[in-house]
């Protein structure tokens, strides 16, 4: 178990719709960055919050947003869901800004119908 | 051409066989990630290192900054080693040195 928990486990939803993923980061962790990973693409890297402020952006696309809570957890809010969107998401932490060992969640599977 | 490149893709081994897999980046980097997935989907992470040679149990990832290329050795392989094994980097390109790009990752099958 790293730590990492991510809500909800699956997610099946439609074309057109709008989800929120949930990341809450390992106890003392202050970076959280979020991964996609897809059949066709692999693992890529979306985005990442470092106390509450957004620090890196990858391949993150304009429907998809993020932010970083007082609190520490993490929302990935997915919204006009293509059927290309259905991957397995993936929620990381880390202690310090980036040059750190990245601990990964179980990951939100999503399915677009 | 993928900034990170694996091979092999796919590999087969019998129990105990010494693996190697390996990865070579092409852009300059401050460190490099070896992953582990099984076939549930998680994610572990096995090793974060930036330069010369890390071991942690039967796992032993070496690095060569100059040659831009790191292996990842498993000894006396056991089939509960199956896996994706999953090398990143992180990049300095792009003002940002906290991105980490993927290889397409390696399948790993050990049969009894």
């Known amino acids: 178990d790293s730590g990492v928990t991510q809500t909800p486990k699956h997610l099946i939803t439609a074309t057109g719709q709008r989800v929120t993923l949930r990341c809450s980061p390992r106890s003392g962790d202050l970076s959280v960055y979020w991964y996609q990973q897809s059949l066709d693409q692999g693992l890529q890297f979306l985005i990442q919050y470092y106390n509450g402020e957004e620090r890196a952006k990858g391949n993150i696309l304009e429907r998809f947003s993020a932010q970083q809570f007082p609190d520490l957890h993490s929302e990935l809010n997915l919204s006009s869901l293509e059927l290309g969107d259905s991957a397995l998401y993936f929620c990381?932490?880390?202690?310090?800004?980036?040059?750190?060992?990245?601990?990964f969640g179980p990951g939100t599977r999503l399915t677009v119908l | 051409k993928n900034e990170v490149e694996q091979s092999p893709q796919n590999l087969t081994a019998q129990e105990g066989e010494f693996i190697t897999i390996n990865c070579s980046y092409s852009v300059g980097i401050s460190a490099l990630h070896w992953l582990q997935q099984h076939p549930g989907g998680g994610i572990v992470s096995l090793f974060m290192l930036s330069s010369g040679k890390k071991k942690h149990g039967r796992l032993i990832a070496t690095i060569n900054i100059q040659e831009k290329h790191s292996s990842l050795h498993i000894t006396a392989s056991h089939p509960r080693d199956s896996a994706v094994y999953i090398c990143a980097v992180r990049s300095l390109s792009g003002g940002s040195n906290y991105k980490l790009t993927f290889g397409k990752g390696t399948l790993l099958t050990v049969n009894p």
């Open positions: 990381a932490s880390s202690a310090g800004q980036g040059r750190n060992e990245q601990f």
